[in-house]
């Protein structure tokens, strides 16, 4: 159960993430040259970094938007379980067979955007050689952004 909850945090978080669009196209001064911010920016130098192929950066870009959009349709599904959740707090006693339909409901919720996920994960696989592979490898298990450029 406690994992769950983790979980679920961790989506909520993962959405408000992706939908700051704000920082989209941004722009801050470093070092004489400008450097962007944001998503978009973050995707434009990990594609830099890696050497990507015209062909392999449409492949990257449109699974980012794919996986932007399937997190985007599931937000109005997420805020209709936290209200099945606060309506099941508000009742005098606490049904747990409402507790189950709505821990069920974010199950298959989060199954689908995993599902979701693997897909664009071996889509991008796909178009990648060993070095490229290797290099976005590199980055992952030296902790992401901050090491990446």
């Not at 747990?96 to 994960?121: G, I, P």
Request: net charge positive; hydrophobic share 40%.
């Amino acid at each position: 159960m406690f994992g769950f909850v983790i979980g679920t945090i961790c989506l909520f978080l993962l959405i408000g993430v992706l939908r700051r669009r704000h920082g989209f196209g941004g722009w801050q001064r470093h070092g004489g040259h400008r450097q962007g911010f944001g998503p978009r920016a973050f995707l434009w130098r990990l594609l830099r970094r890696i050497d990507a192929t015209p062909a392999q950066e449409k492949v990257f870009r449109d699974e980012a938007s794919g996986l932007r959009d399937a997190v985007h349709g599931l937000r109005g599904e997420l805020k209709a379980s936290g209200r099945d959740l606060a309506v099941a707090l508000r009742d005098e006693t606490l049904d747990r067979q409402k507790l189950e339909t709505v821990y069920r409901k974010q199950d298959e919720l989060l199954a689908s955007l995993r599902q979701r996920l693997s897909d664009s994960l071996a889509r991008v696989h796909s178009t990648l050689d060993a070095r490229q592979r290797n290099e976005i490898a590199d980055l992952l298990e030296r902790g992401g952004r901050s090491s990446c450029f």
